[in-house]
């Protein structure tokens, strides 16, 4: 399944490529750097995807106490962290242009940069120590604490004053269809490479306990 995803991902992100800058049209306003936004979006919306599947594996934990679903929510928290964190930075990077400034505590930016730190916060506590037998379990309660800043994420462009676009609002971002064929490529090819990496994550986190487990029941045994 891994491999077969890398090759998906590696096909659809050519198409994807050649969709941004040979198809889609240059923005009339803000001009070619608003290509960043084909590569910003996605990694939002995964990085969305991943806090969620964080927070129903840690439902899931919680209610059966399986290490398997601890596992794939500490993937996932981390694919989480690296995508948003990534958003925030092509984010930059495209703010920088158009709005003269690399940031601005507006509303969708602060609680992205508040979620980022939340999560982050999470994956310190998973490589520490701190609760021993129970650390899986306040993990879990963190994950689904964590997740309630995630709709805040969403509505916030929409209900509070914010510059940011709202893209999927009524009138669609102002985008050409051309622009959202665009889009739709890149969030295919960023959803392939985001469930490979999931998919390895987890089988790694899998490994790692089985020997883990190994290690500690041959030191018993000596």
């Known amino acids: 399944m891994i491999r077969l995803c890398a090759l998906a ?36 919306w995964w990085s969305t995807v991943s806090f969620f599947v964080n927070f129903v594996a840690s439902i ?36 920088r242009p158009i709005w003269n400034v690399w940031w601005t505590w507006d509303p969708r930016l602060t609680t992205t940069l508040v979620m980022w730190f939340v999560y982050a916060a999470y994956l310190l506590l998973r490589a520490s120590d701190i609760g021993g037998q129970r650390q899986d379990t306040v993990l879990a309660v963190l994950g689904v604490v964590a997740f309630l800043d995630v ?15 709202s893209v999927l609002g009524s009138q669609g971002g102002g985008m050409e269809p051309e622009m959202w064929l665009a889009v739709v490529a890149n969030l295919v090819a960023m959803g392939l490479l985001w469930l490979a990496l999931l998919a390895f994550r987890t089988r790694q986190l899998e490994t790692g306990a089985a020997v883990t487990a190994l290690m500690r029941h041959g030191s018993i045994r000596n």
Do not use: N
């Not at 941004?20 to 990694?43: C, D, N, R």
């Not at 994420?153 to 929409?158: E, G, L, T």
């Open 60 to 95: 899931l934990y919680l209610a059966k106490r399986r290490d398997a679903y601890s596992r794939l929510a500490g993937a996932a928290a981390e694919l989480g962290v690296l995508f948003s964190g990534l958003a925030l930075i092509t984010g930059m990077c495209w703010a």
């Open 9 to 44: 991902f590696a096909a659809a992100s050519i198409i994807a490529q050649y969709l941004i800058w040979f198809y889609a049209p240059v923005e009339e306003s803000m001009g070619v750097v608003q290509k960043i936004f084909y590569t910003h979006m996605p990694l939002a």
């Open 151 to 165: 709709p805040l994420v969403f509505i916030s462009a929409r209900y509070w004053r914010s510059i940011h676009p």
